[in-house]
């Protein structure tokens, strides 16, 4: 799963213009899932955009490049899964309440 990661943090990466190796891309989404871990807020925000912008600028990347960078993976990486489950549960007609604590 982390090679499908890789390849969307080095597709991101290149389309902010930033060219990041194939090291450099597993390296960089190894780092950002290990910090969501023990994630402070719901979908890892804080960890993940704190330990990818370090990252980035570690390989390089000028800050303001990191930041976009780092919050456009973020949409990317957790958005499709998001609207892919509840498209999933919407087609199994689960009611709202299953889903509620």
């Not at 023990?38 to 930041?67: D, K, M, R, S, Y």
């Not at 087609?91 to 309440?97: G, I, M, T």
């Amino acid at each position: 799963m982390k090679a499908v990661g890789a390849t969307t943090c080095g597709l991101v990466a290149l389309a902010f213009g930033v060219r990041l190796s194939v090291v450099g891309a597993v390296v960089a989404i190894c780092v950002v899932s290990l910090a969501t871990a023990v994630p402070p807020a719901p979908a890892g925000l804080g960890a993940f955009e704190v330990a990818a912008v370090l990252i980035f600028e570690l390989f390089g990347v000028p800050n303001a490049t990191a930041i976009g960078l780092t919050v456009v993976l973020h949409i990317v990486l957790f958005l499709p899964v998001v609207v892919f489950g509840l498209f999933c549960l919407w087609r199994l007609d689960v009611p709202p309440e299953v889903g509620c604590v």
